[in-house]
């Protein structure tokens, strides 16, 4: 009985990059959809009553948001594998820096704990995730 070798098999190789870049997308859309859905709810549980809300600042945030989202899935789709390591370094940064903003917002007495603990974990967990994909030797 012959054995396959890899180059006859008809499993397709895994893109771990376009894998994350989705997981990526889908993370924005969850993070960045109660702002668009219920605004005043999201800055509430956020960052509490006392705190001022803007709401052009929320759907200009939102904007930003999805728009890097979207671009990462552009690359993602695509068949450049420099390019899709390069927008996995730039998203992880980006969720640990965000993260790191709003750890900053709590000590300041700008955002709630409670909420702002529960999703920095997340972004900085995604974040790191997305760094180390990115800087993976293949």
Same mark, same amino acid.
């Given at each position: 009985m012959a054995s396959k070798s890899s180059a006859t098999s008809s499993k397709p190789a895994r893109d771990v990059e376009k894998a994350l870049l989705t997981t990526n997308l889908?993370?924005?859309v969850a993070f960045s959809a109660p702002a668009v859905i219920s605004p005043g709810h999201w800055h509430n549980l956020v960052f509490g009553e006392k705190q001022p809300r803007n709401q052009n600042m929320n759907q200009f945030?939102?904007? /930003?948001?999805?728009? !890097?989202?979207?671009a990462g899935q552009i690359v993602a789709n695509s068949d450049d594998k420099k390019a899709k390591k390069n927008m996995?370094?730039?998203m992880g940064a980006a969720w640990c820096t965000g993260a790191a903003m709003q750890l900053n917002n709590v000590r300041r007495g700008e955002q709630r704990r409670e909420a702002t603990f529960a999703g920095s974990g997340v972004q /900085?967990?995604?974040? !790191?995730?997305?760094l180390w994909a990115g800087f993976c030797k293949d």
């Amino acid at each position: 009985m012959a054995s396959k070798s890899s180059a006859t098999s008809s499993k397709p190789a895994r893109d771990v990059e376009k894998a994350l870049l989705t997981t990526n997308l889908a993370a924005i859309v969850a993070f960045s959809a109660p702002a668009v859905i219920s605004p005043g709810h999201w800055h509430n549980l956020v960052f509490g009553e006392k705190q001022p809300r803007n709401q052009n600042m929320n759907q200009f945030w939102t904007m /930003a948001m999805t728009t !890097a989202g979207a671009a990462g899935q552009i690359v993602a789709n695509s068949d450049d594998k420099k390019a899709k390591k390069n927008m996995l370094k730039l998203m992880g940064a980006a969720w640990c820096t965000g993260a790191a903003m709003q750890l900053n917002n709590v000590r300041r007495g700008e955002q709630r704990r409670e909420a702002t603990f529960a999703g920095s974990g997340v972004q /900085a967990a995604l974040g !790191a995730t997305l760094l180390w994909a990115g800087f993976c030797k293949d």
